[in-house]
């Protein structure tokens, strides 16, 4: 195992594309934007079937249990057997709907309603 620390985003964008998918096991998280950026990268996401990571990827990723190491391999066996350009679309789709130009606007009017 290697652990790169900071890495340029035109090297983590090389990183994702290289890669054969993100897996996150996570069993708690906040938002989830390490998938949205793989999805972005053209790299299909192998997600833990938490409610988050349900909401934000939507059907752009493969969800396993992350308590059962079975369920793992069950996913990883489903992105071998399904149509792989069909999820990185998917995921290039879900990716667009969190640009940083249209969060930053949602945030700014979610502040002006609050003034």
């Known amino acids: 195992m290697v652990f790169l ?13 290289e890669s054969t998918a993100l897996v996150q096991p996570s069993v708690s998280e906040g ?15 192998l997600a833990s079937d938490i409610k988050v990571f349900k909401e934000i990827y939507q059907d752009a990723a493969i969800f396993f249990d ?8 069950e996913a990883v ?7 792989r350009k069909k999820i990185i ?20 009017q979610a502040l002006l309603k609050q003034l």
């Open 89 to 108: 679309d998917q995921g290039l789709q879900v990716a667009k709907q969190y640009s940083f130009d249209q969060m930053a606007k949602d945030i700014w």
């Open 5 to 17: 620390g900071f890495v340029p985003d035109e090297k983590l964008i090389n990183l994702y594309q």
């Open 66 to 73: 992350p308590k059962k190491p079975e369920s793992f391999i």
């Open 31 to 45: 938002f989830g934007l390490t998938g949205i950026e793989a999805m972005a990268s053209h790299t299909p996401v």
């Open 77 to 83: 066996k489903k992105l071998e057997i399904s149509n």
